[in-house]
């Protein structure tokens, strides 16, 4: 990682880790109760190479049951981890760790997970010049964590919700008859808000760019009539000044062609969606080493 990730907002890390132990504990560990209340320590070991993510999430977890336990993290979010590291240390109430361990690793696996998938988009695109992007492809609930994990992977956030940008699509410029009418009511109603257009034809395209937006959504365009897309947003009159934006289709293998088409950015609902958790454990006792 080149800079620090900011901090994911607090009260929205212990609303999920309180949902998440919530549906966890019910009324009770009834298997923890058996252990004896003692202080122990325990390590987090990851079992296969990864980007990490989630440490606010992890740690929410075991505060929320033992607000005394200590973590010490020997790797920060966003930073690649090999196989068979242990990434940190805690000292606390053996019956709290043992409780807290099932919710806690599923927010670090599955963060883990969308950061490194995202990072294996941007490693695919880096040199070009295009963004990754991530979609409201999201885990229900995981949202705003799923979109700090992509953060995290070295990818950037589309728009968060239906709140925080105006993006017409198909269906928003049908009802309105053109762009370029759509265009004029949203800048009308929301002249504050970025504006995405989703375009689906060159003449489309032409009417968003006259008509002046914050980005253009080329969706399913095939690579030729994506690169006369680039030409005409690049060249006179509008010389690149809204940037491009692909969206549709979009894997791993074909990610760097559609780069190199000089695409400014590519969303992909895969980096949320598609999620592989990483392999992590919990482990008592001092860690090896």
Not at 27 to 54: F, I, M
Not at 64 to 87: C, K, S, Y
Request: hydrophobic share 45%.
């Amino acid at each position: 990682m080149n800079a620090p990730l900011p901090a994911p907002a607090a009260d929205a890390v212990a609303a999920d880790a309180a949902r998440a132990l919530a549906e966890d504990l019910g009324t009770g560990d009834v298997t923890a109760a058996l252990l004896p209340d003692r202080p122990e320590q325990a390590y987090l070991l990851c079992k296969e190479p990864c980007v990490l993510a989630g440490q606010a999430w992890f740690e929410a977890c075991h505060r929320a049951l033992d607000p005394q336990v200590r973590i010490a993290w020997r790797h920060a979010d966003g930073d690649r981890v090999a196989a068979g590291t242990v990434v940190a240390v805690l000292h606390g109430r053996a019956r709290a760790l043992v409780s807290a361990e099932r919710a806690a690793l599923n927010f670090v696996q599955t963060l883990s997970g969308t950061a490194t998938t995202t990072a294996r988009y941007v490693q695919a695109v880096r040199g070009t010049g295009a963004r990754i992007l991530d979609t409201r492809k999201t885990l229900p609930g995981l949202r705003l964590a799923q979109k700090y994990a992509v953060r995290a992977g070295g990818g950037e956030n589309h728009r968060i919700g239906l709140y925080d940008a105006v993006m017409l699509k198909e269906n928003h410029i049908r009802a309105f008859g053109a762009v370029a009418q759509a265009i004029a009511a949203a800048r009308a109603a929301q002249p504050g808000l970025p504006l995405i257009v989703e375009v689906e034809t060159l003449d489309e395209l032409r009417q968003a760019l006259d008509a002046g937006c914050t980005r253009v959504l080329v969706d399913d365009f095939d690579p030729a009539m994506r690169r006369e897309a680039v030409r005409i947003a690049k060249g006179a009159p509008y010389h690149g000044r809204i940037p491009l934006e692909v969206s549709g289709g979009v894997d791993l293998a074909g990610v760097r062609a559609i780069a190199e088409d000089g695409v400014d950015c590519i969303s992909i609902g895969a980096l949320t969606k598609h999620v592989h958790a990483i392999d992590f454990s919990m482990k008592l006792g001092p860690a090896p080493g």
